[in-house]
């Protein structure tokens, strides 16, 4: 069977986008303090030395059910509301959201992840030992400018499943209340908030994304890099490292060779001219204090 790998969601001629007022509201929310993005040594040489972030396909990331919680949210939603409906016509009109999530498989969303923590257990076992790891910090201000010329979207993950439900009501009654939405427009807004959607499990993580488009598989910005069993797409997000202060600090994780580590990364920090200010003082490296041994 032949899979649709660039397929694009029909919409009607000029529909308005269907909004969730809580989702937007949660959106504006803005974060001060830096962001802290968790790596390998790979990773980190490539961000620094490519002034990008590689944002993965959200079906490709190490958790992809995460995308399935708002499709879930939106069938137990459904249920009552279609078992119950006020008029055979909401009931018709309800009941063709049911197959939204048969074709989400292969939508072009690309996800990029921070966490609120700069040195966090949890992460620091998520990457690799003797291959070396890393957190960077990132300063959002730089993040939001980026997003803003991208139409990338940075905001906090939402973890209470109240929140995530309400967002999900909303949008299910914008659809009601305009007869020129379709079904695909709601495929479309679950896709876009269902990305910032996480378990309540991962709160500490305090997890930040930074969320593109819908795109085309076509599209200049993405290209494919090689995962740990298969080949995985990516999108690139830009990064300003001509703008002072877009890194805030890197964190060197646990690690056999804890100062040869930092001073390496000191270096390579100073040879691609990455600064926090202006007058080029290199963003401070520190090393994790946190006694993880598993090398």
């Known amino acids: 069977m032949a899979i649709d790998l660039g397929r694009k969601i029909p919409v009607s001629q000029s529909p308005p986008r269907i909004r969730s007022s809580h989702f937007e509201d949660h959106l504006k929310k803005q974060r001060s303090d830096p962001l802290f993005h968790y790596t390998d040594q790979a990773g980190a040489i490539g961000i620094i030395e490519s002034s990008e972030l590689w944002a993965t396909k959200v079906q490709y990331m190490n958790d992809a059910k995460e995308f399935q919680l ?3 949210l939106l069938q137990t939603h459904l249920e009552p509301r279609i078992a119950f409906a006020s008029s055979a ?3 018709d009109r309800l009941t063709p959201l049911q197959q939204i999530g048969f074709g989400i498989a292969h939508i072009n969303i690309f996800v990029a992840c921070f966490c609120g923590v700069q040195d966090l257990l949890s992460q620091w076992r998520a990457y690799g030992g003797k291959a070396g790891r890393y ?6 201000s730089h993040l939001y400018a980026s997003a803003y010329q991208t139409q990338f979207r940075l905001g906090a993950c939402i973890y209470d499943e109240a929140e995530q439900s309400l967002i999900v009501k909303e949008i299910v009654d914008h659809y009601l209340n305009d007869d020129q939405l379709l079904p695909a427009d709601v495929e479309r807004a679950i896709c876009e908030v269902g990305a910032f959607f996480k378990d ?3 709160r500490e993580e305090q ?6 488009p819908i795109m085309e598989i076509t599209d200049a910005t993405v290209a494919f ?4 069993s298969m080949v995985t797409p ?3 997000f830009p990064l300003n490292f001509e703008s002072p202060g877009l890194i805030s600090d890197v964190c060197v994780g646990p690690c056999p060779h804890e100062r040869l580590s930092q001073t390496s990364v000191t270096m390579l920090l100073m040879n691609k001219r990455i600064s926090l200010t202006r007058n080029y003082k290199v963003p401070p490296v520190t090393n994790s204090k946190i006694p993880f041994r598993d090398w």
């Open 70 to 72: 708002a499709i879930d």
């Open 200 to 202: 309540e499990s991962f």
């Open 207 to 212: 997890e930040w994304r930074l969320v593109s």
């Open 234 to 236: 990516y999108a690139r």
């Open 225 to 228: 890099r090689p995962g740990p």
């Open 89 to 91: 016509a909401v009931k």
């Open 135 to 140: 957190s960077i910090g990132f300063h959002p």
